[in-house]
């Protein structure tokens, strides 16, 4: 199997893809032919993915909407190897990833989560919990060998927030807001050179106005870091604002999506519409 832990391999990939100048049809994730059933063999059995197929372009900003068990979370949760497919490939950056292990993939591809409290340690501080990240390819070590050049670094780091989060180094993590932890997650996932952000509804658990700036920060670090990202939303707001791609799934499957100039004449009107259609094809009355 390919593996992406060579990174001698995957520069030079990088390098004749820009020598033959389709870098920009170059795609970051790649879905081939997914099949996931989950339960199988018993009354409970759910063919959630049937040849599901879905590329994202790198650099692309991806927004994903969907009703509920339309199967966003399974299919970021595919991604990360969490679950395992049943058939089918995944792609990223060209380099079959499916057989490899989840911890391997979180090399490569950040993840945060809708619960502010799953990206960051409570008890630790911001500077252990930023050190303990940036430890993570290394050997796992905490706070002590961290050097000066590399707290500077951390608090430039948290200075692009916005939040006065670089003059908090010693401050506690479980003392922040949500926002603050969700933001300071953010900056953890994408602290270490990744190839795909994951956001599984990353700003649902906050205020509306929390909500907006993590948005807005979020919109800021990836434009920055050039890093392709899939975030689920149930914001339609921030689904229409966002991004460069808007996707809606249903059952399993991609039922709408809109891109470029036409994604910024879809309206929430429309995708409102669109989820009364899917719900009336479901059987439910309006
Ligand atoms: N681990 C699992 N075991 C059994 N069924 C699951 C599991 N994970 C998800 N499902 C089912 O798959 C469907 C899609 O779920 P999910 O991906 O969480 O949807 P979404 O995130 O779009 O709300 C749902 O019907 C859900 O019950
Ligand atoms: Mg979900």
Do not use: W
Not at 39 to 60: A, I, R, Y
Not at 123 to 151: C, Q, W
Request: charged share 30%.
């Amino acid at each position: 199997m390919d593996s992406l832990d060579n990174k001698k391999d995957i520069n030079i990939e990088e390098k004749t893809d820009k020598k033959i100048g389709n870098k920009i049809n170059k795609k970051t994730v790649e879905f081939s032919h997914i099949y996931k059933t989950f339960n199988p063999g018993t009354v409970n059995e759910q063919d959630l993915f049937t040849d599901f197929n879905l590329s994202l372009k790198e650099d692309s900003f991806n927004s994903v909407v969907g009703s509920n068990g339309s199967g966003k979370t399974t299919m970021l949760n595919l991604l990360c190897g969490s679950i395992p497919i049943d058939s089918g490939d995944i792609l990223i950056d060209g380099k079959n990833i499916t057989k490899m292990k989840e911890h391997r993939r979180s090399r490569f591809i950040g993840r945060v989560y809708q619960d502010p409290a799953m990206g960051t340690c409570p008890g630790l501080t911001i500077l252990e919990n930023m050190s303990l990240s940036d430890n993570k390819e290394r050997k796992y070590t905490l706070a002590p060998g961290i050097d000066k050049k590399r707290v500077d670094y951390f608090r430039d780091e948290l200075s692009l927030l916005g939040m006065g989060l670089e003059d908090k180094l010693q401050v506690k993590v479980g003392t922040l807001s949500g926002g603050q932890r969700q933001a300071l997650s953010l900056l953890i996932a994408t602290m270490s050179p990744i190839k795909l952000l994951i956001l599984d509804e990353h700003t649902a658990a906050l205020d509306p106005k929390s909500s907006e700036l993590v948005m807005d920060l979020t919109q800021r670090v990836i434009s920055e870091k050039h890093i392709t990202t899939i975030m689920v939303t149930h914001n339609l707001k921030f689904a229409v604002s966002y991004g460069d791609r808007l996707l809606m799934m249903h059952r399993g499957d991609v039922v709408f999506e809109a891109s470029g100039e036409d994604k910024n004449n879809v309206s929430i009107k429309d995708l409102t519409d669109r989820f009364d259609e899917i719900s009336i094809e479901d059987g439910n009355t309006l």
